[in-house]
């Protein structure tokens, strides 16, 4: 076989790789998703849609909406601010879309928005109820409340008692008699 065929036929038989830009002693660390053209897209808009909340232009230079453009910095291995090689689309260019720039510790974490994917919501938080005391506590609780009252209704019994016992006047009349003034009051 010439060398020619020889070097057509290893082409055609080997898949492409991606862009491999990590350079030697640098960590590689695994791609994140598939780095083919129509997956990164795709997964471009599913994130896209689920941040932005509507579908991406997808034209050159319109910043946030530039398909390509993250396409590009996504689709292969290359160094990233860690010092280490990633590749692939994942948290870390969602952070670049919904703040602006990207979270180093998303870089190997799956995106939330994948194509074909319902997004991941997360769970609601669930504040526990107040710890419900011991019962026992509380009965103590309403045994001590009763003491109190009861020694409330005793008093109140005792100045009850005592007004009692004192004379009441009910009706008093009263004539002018000379200088003095006779006042006949009846005691109840």
């Known amino acids: 076989m010439k060398p020619f065929v020889l070097l057509c036929?290893?082409?055609?038989?080997?898949?492409?790789?991606?862009?491999?830009?990590?350079?030697a002693g640098h960590i590689r660390?695994?791609?994140?998703?598939?780095?083919?053209?129509?997956?990164?897209?795709?997964?471009?808009?599913?994130?896209f849609k689920g941040i932005i909340g509507r579908e991406p232009s997808c034209q050159p230079g319109s910043g946030i909406d530039d398909c390509e453009y993250y396409i590009a910095a996504a689709?292969?291995?290359?160094?990233?601010?860690?010092?280490?090689?990633?590749?692939?689309?994942?948290?870390y260019w969602e952070s670049w879309l919904?703040?602006?720039?990207?979270?180093?510790?998303?870089?190997?974490t799956?995106?939330?928005?994948?194509?074909?994917?319902?997004?991941?919501?997360?769970?609601p938080v669930?504040?526990?109820p107040d710890p419900v005391p011991d019962l026992t506590d509380?009965?103590?609780?309403?045994?001590?409340?009763?003491?109190?009252?009861?020694?409330g209704v005793t008093?109140?019994?005792?100045?009850?008692?005592?007004?009692?016992a004192k004379p009441v006047f009910t009706t008093c009349k009263a004539a002018i008699v000379g200088i003095r003034i006779p006042v006949d009051c009846q005691l109840k």
């Open 9 to 23: 036929a290893l082409l055609f038989t080997v898949p492409a790789s991606a862009q491999d830009d990590c350079p």
């Open 29 to 47: 660390n695994p791609a994140i998703s598939p780095l083919d053209h129509a997956y990164m897209l795709s997964a471009f808009k599913a994130s």
């Open 75 to 91: 689709d292969h291995f290359g160094v990233y601010g860690d010092d280490q090689c990633h590749a692939g689309w994942s948290g």
């Open 98 to 108: 919904q703040n602006g720039h990207g979270d180093l510790n998303l870089v190997q």
């Open 110 to 123: 799956p995106a939330r928005f994948l194509p074909g994917v319902p997004p991941v919501t997360p769970p």
């Open 126 to 128: 669930v504040v526990p």
């Open 138 to 151: 509380r009965i103590e609780h309403l045994e001590e409340l009763l003491a109190h009252l009861q020694v």
């Open 155 to 164: 008093a109140i019994e005792g100045r009850v008692t005592a007004l009692e």
